[in-house]
Nanobody
Framework: QVQLVESGGGLVQPGGSLRLSCVASGSFMSIYDMGWYRQAPGKQRELVARITTGTSTNYADSVKGRFTISRENAKNTVYLQMNSLKPEDTAVYYC?????????WGKGTLVTVSS
């Protein structure tokens, strides 16, 4: 089985930047599509960004042009670079690894965007 550990969350001002990291262990990350999801207080969990094994990407409309997902398979790590952060981006961000029918989740890292 796969363990996923997120890091990089914290408090940032509107307009600021953060870089989230997710390290996978227990398997080779290269065989999984990877993604970032988030859940804000009182809201449903939503997809933020995904990157496939072939490095194709897709983003939620709300983050296009501001966030970038990338992966370094040799380090078993996926990143989410977040720029021009808005208060609406405040949420717990979760790392996800998928290879049907397998689906793994990290415990999340909190991002708070506030003055």
């Amino acid at each position: 089985q796969v363990q996923l550990v997120e890091s990089g969350g914290g408090l940032v001002q509107p307009g600021g930047s953060l870089r989230l990291s997710c390290v996978a262990s227990g398997s080779f990350m290269s065989i999984y599509d990877m993604g970032w999801y988030r859940q804000a207080p009182g809201k449903q969990r939503e997809l933020v960004a995904r990157i496939t094994t072939g490095t194709s990407t897709n983003y939620a409309d709300s983050v296009k042009g501001r966030f970038t997902i990338s992966r370094e398979n040799a380090k078993n790590t996926v990143y989410l670079q977040m720029n021009s952060l808005k208060p609406e981006d405040t949420a717990v961000y979760y790392c996800n690894a998928r290879r049907t029918p397998m689906d793994y989740w990290g415990k999340g890292t909190l991002v708070t965007v506030s003055s």
